[in-house]
């Protein structure tokens, strides 16, 4: 099931077309509030954004240019509904980066027909990502390790996802902050170090593999190929 996330301040219209999405098959989250609506989107993960520019706290296309600058929701598309409807609003909005621009009032049926246009040749997510003995499951939110379960905190599980699902790309401790905790945040660059020190370890216990690389000047990455200890090596070929 497709998740689409409405950023929408009109109540009445809200409510219609959380009712007709989530009667053609979609499952709906949103808010009619642009503050906050980044964090929603990192924290639901939806497929797709139906985005107001018009709101009453916010400017829609600020909010589009905070979703296209986050590493996690980059690939997100997003359609705009909107009132604006001359030329220069269009161009602006669409080089802004939405993939659809959709003028107030408008008929739901064609609305439903654009979004199922964005979800035209879409690669499925993977749902599981796997390194060696190491298993991070999305839909049950668990990570195995060598068979058997890792207790990890929301935030620990987000930020060792984040990382496996980008394996050899080495991220900056902000863009990790920005990533994981979010823009709106209230921590600094020594909390990825501390949650960094409490993933290794839990899933590098016991001497095994090394998976979080260390890069100095620069960040951290998750290594593709993740080196065992001499030591553990030694142990192993004594066996």
């Not at 589009?64 to 996690?72: D, L, N, Q, V």
């Not at 690669?123 to 999305?138: N, T, Y």
């Amino acid at each position: 099931m497709k998740k689409v996330a409405l950023i929408e301040d009109d109540a009445d219209l809200f409510a219609l077309l959380k009712y007709n999405l989530e009667r053609e098959g979609f499952a709906l989250v949103g808010a009619q509030t642009g503050k906050g609506a980044i964090e929603l989107c990192r924290r639901e993960r939806p497929d797709l954004i139906l985005l107001d520019i018009m709101l009453p706290d916010s400017d829609g296309l600020d909010i589009c240019k905070g979703i296209r600058s986050h590493p996690e929701l980059a690939h997100i598309p997003v359609i705009f509904l909107t009132a604006r409807a001359s030329e220069t609003d269009r161009i602006v909005g669409l080089e802004l980066g939405a993939n659809d621009y959709i003028v107030k009032p408008f008929f739901i049926r064609e609305l439903i027909a654009r979004i199922k246009i964005q979800f035209r040749g879409t690669q499925a997510v993977v749902r599981a990502l796997k390194s060696g003995p190491l298993e991070l499951d999305r839909n049950s939110c668990r990570v195995r390790l060598n068979g058997g379960f890792v207790s990890l905190t929301a935030t620990e599980f987000r930020l060792l996802e984040f990382l496996m699902s980008r394996p050899g790309v080495v991220f900056s401790r902000e863009q990790l902050l920005d990533a994981v905790w979010g823009h709106d945040r209230a921590v600094t660059d020594r909390t990825v170090d501390v949650y960094i020190l409490r993933l290794r370890q839990k899933i590098e216990a016991d001497g095994g593999q090394s998976f979080i690389r260390s890069v100095r000047g620069f960040g951290y990455s998750f290594d593709e190929s993740p080196e065992v200890p001499a030591e553990a090596m030694a142990a192993t070929s004594t066996l």
